[in-house]
């Protein structure tokens, strides 16, 4: 049995959960938050989740998950296209979402969530970031119909668990300009992925998630 621990609510846990779900695999979810205890970090060196678990053995990192999920099930959809070309263009989308998107939205909507307050001069500072990476991503992305061709990849598992965190999360900070918002071909993408089984339950659980957390909030204030 395959057991991924993490909470629902994290990106990366979603990423992998989306490659699972697509590729049709039995697992469980063990929930879990990030830890520094000794007994987690044995199994994620850096107290990271997700970690998926398979016969009492670990891996961690999301795309080391993936890339191992492809190679131990190599039932389609393969998350790794077998093309290399293909593939390095998948790695290239992930690692361009994840770097250059996903990195520096985190220093605002991280910030906002721990109760900080952000500062303009850090919007400010963000938003080109975010907009140079919007325009690189747009010059290898073909929404034809999934993310980078026509088949379902590890590129979809990022860009769905943490493209949708962006947009929700910036839009109170960025409501004229959201560098979103000039990502050709975003929406209608998005629109499409939640047609899928996968995504359509990463965003219920994500609601469900949201309505317990504000509940707790009322009950705190």
Known sequence: MIKLHGASLSNYVNKVKLGI????LEFEQIRIAPSQEEKFLVISPM?????LEVDGK?????????????????QEPRLIPNDPWEAARVREI??????YLDIPARRVYISSSRGREVQQTLLDEVHPILMKGVKALQRVVRFSPYIAGNSFTMADCSAFANLTVIDEELRKFYPDNHPLDSFRGWKEYVEFMKTKEGPAIIEKEK???????????VKVE
């Open 207 to 217: 609601e469900r998630l949201r309505k317990i957390l504000a509940r707790a909030k």
């Open 47 to 51: 107290g990271k989740i997700p970690v």
């Open 94 to 99: 992930t690692a361009m979402i994840e770097t």
């Open 21 to 24: 779900l697509e590729k049709g």
């Open 58 to 74: 670990f891996v961690f990192e999301s795309g080391a998950i993936l890339e191992f999920l492809d190679t131990l099930f190599p």
